[in-house]
T-cell receptor, first 114, second 113 residues
Framework: DSGVTQTPKHLITATGQRVTLRCSPR?????VYWYQQSLDQGLQFLIQ???????AKGNILERFSAQQFPDLHSELNLSSLELGDSALYFC?????????????FGPGTRLTVL | SQQGEEDPQALSIQEGENATMNCSYK?????LQWYRQNSGRGLVHLIL?????REKHSGRLRVTLDTSKKSSSLLITASRAADTASYFC?????????????FGEGTQLTVNP
């Protein structure tokens, strides 16, 4: 158990819908990262937040958005869902926002878009 | 796009044998990390090696890093059936104000009892 929690574990929804994925970082960690894992794209970095502020952005679609709240939990919002958005979405956390800390991953949310 | 490339893509060995997986990357890095993923589940951190380190050990794991060749290897000694999983290398390059991990495509390791 990494200490990073994600809810829900599974999500099944229809095209065009909007969903929210939630992540709570390890106790003491200030930085949260979101990654998407799909069969065709592999593991892709989406976005990073540190203490409520966006710090790095990857291949995140405009239909997707994220935020980190004062209690440090983070939410990833996916809207106008398409079949290709079906994937495993992982959240990771670390103490520092910079490239010197281990990132600990949560168990993931499996999103299925029908 | 994936920076890292793992080699081989799949590896099947017998319990007790050693397993070696290789990773190559393209740009300068700060750290390289190895993760394990059991089928469809979360990523488990195995080991982090910094760019100024050449070798690191953790239990049955041995990681090497050659920054001149932009490559790393993960050796699992005395493998067990429970080691069956996908193994990913991830490079971490520092950005202006944050960081990200760039993953390879992974090696699927099967350890047969």
């Amino acid at each position: 158990d990494s200490g990073v929690t994600q809810t829900p574990k599974h999500l099944i929804t229809a095209t065009g819908q909007r969903v929210t994925l939630r992540c709570s970082p390890r106790s003491g960690d200030l930085s949260v990262y979101w990654y998407q894992q799909s069969l065709d794209q592999g593991l892709q970095f989406l976005i990073q937040y540190y203490n409520g502020e966006e710090r790095a952005k990857g291949n995140i679609l405009e239909r997707f958005s994220a935020q980190q709240f004062p209690d440090l939990h983070s939410e990833l919002n996916l809207s106008s869902l398409e079949l290709g958005d079906s994937a495993l979405y992982f959240c990771a956390s670390s103490f520092s926002p910079r490239a010197r800390d281990t990132q600990y991953f949560g168990p993931g949310t499996r999103l299925t878009v029908l | 796009s994936q920076q890292g490339e793992e080699d081989p893509q799949a590896l099947s060995i017998q319990e007790g044998e050693n397993a070696t997986m290789n990773c190559s990357y393209k740009t300068s890095i700060n750290n390289l990390q190895w993760y394990r993923q059991n089928s469809g589940r979360g990523l488990v951190h195995l080991i982090l090696i910094r760019s100024n380190e050449r070798e690191k050990h953790s239990g049955r794991l041995r990681v090497t890093l050659d920054t001149s060749k932009k490559s790393s290897s993960l050796l699992i000694t005395a493998s067990r059936a429970a080691d069956t999983a996908s193994y990913f290398c991830a490079t971490d390059a520092e950005e202006t104000s944050g960081s990200r991990l760039t993953f390879g495509e992974g090696t699927q390791l099967t350890v047969n009892p």
